[in-house]
């Protein structure tokens, strides 16, 4: 499946600490976005990153995407206990019509 | 909020029910979605809409309905469900289809007993 694999599943930080999140993906894409979920909520978008960028950030966080490797990663730096939430990568690989395929999540929790 | 709305927050329902759900964006996008979330799974695509037209079945059983009558209201009509069709059910919008970032309503939460 196209589908994107996070990793690690979960994810226990302190306060002040930064958050690493992986996501690998298997085929050819257009772009890859990030959400975040809080429990029982809606996602909420975070950051869009095209096939041809390499690099992005917005506020606290910083995406990469390394097509070679078919992987991005969503640093969060200074976290905070309110970014405690679940967080997906999303992939509009080619051929989908701008469909998004999910993966599982990364669950984040920050303690203060 | 992000501008997408659905009702009800909550719903149990028996396999024999009928019920609907509800999405309106306040927007002024082209493109909704059907997602459902089920414990320990990916986002499920159930259906997608552009321009009131559905462009993406997901292979969805026929005891989900989508229905678009116009681009602001997207409903989801649910008849004889199963216990196993319990789950968060995502609606969601975006400018168009492509390139585009979407916008989630809070949720419904259904449950089939």
């Known amino acids: 499946s196209q589908q994107g694999e996070e990793d690690p599943q979960a994810l226990s930080i302190q306060e002040g600490e930064n958050a690493t999140m992986n996501c690998s993906y298997k085929?050819?894409?257009?772009?890859l976005q990030w959400y975040r979920q809080n429990s029982g909520r809606g996602l909420v978008h975070l950051i869009l990153?095209?096939?041809?960028?390499r690099e992005k950030h917005s506020g606290r966080l910083r995406v990469t995407l390394d097509t070679s490797k078919k992987s991005s990663s969503l640093l969060i730096t200074a976290s905070r206990a309110a970014d405690t939430a679940s967080y997906f990568c999303?992939?509009?690989?080619?051929?989908?019509?701008?469909?998004?395929?999910f993966g599982k999540g990364t669950k984040l929790s920050v303690k203060p | 909020e992000t501008g997408v709305t659905q009702t009800p927050r909550h719903l149990v329902m028996g396999m024999t029910n009928k019920k609907s759900l509800k999405c309106e964006q306040h927007?002024?996008?082209?493109?909704m979605y059907w997602y459902k979330q089920s414990a320990k799974k990916p986002l499920e695509l159930m259906f997608v809409?552009?321009?009131?037209?559905?462009?993406e079945n997901n292979s969805v059983p026929s005891r989900f309905s989508p229905e678009c009558p116009n681009s602001s209201h997207l409903f989801l009509h649910l008849h004889t469900l199963q216990p196993e069709d319990s789950a968060l059910y995502l609606c969601?919008?975006?400018?168009?289809?492509?390139?585009?970032?979407?916008?989630f309503g809070p949720g419904t939460r259904l449950t089939v007993t």
């Open positions: 969601a919008s975006s400018q168009g289809t492509g390139v585009h970032e979407q916008y």
């Open positions: 085929t050819s894409i257009n772009n």
């Open positions: 990153i095209r096939s041809n960028e």
């Open positions: 999303a992939t509009d690989w080619r051929g989908s019509q701008g469909n998004l395929i």
């Open positions: 927007l002024g996008h082209n493109a």
């Open positions: 809409y552009n321009f009131k037209e559905q462009t």
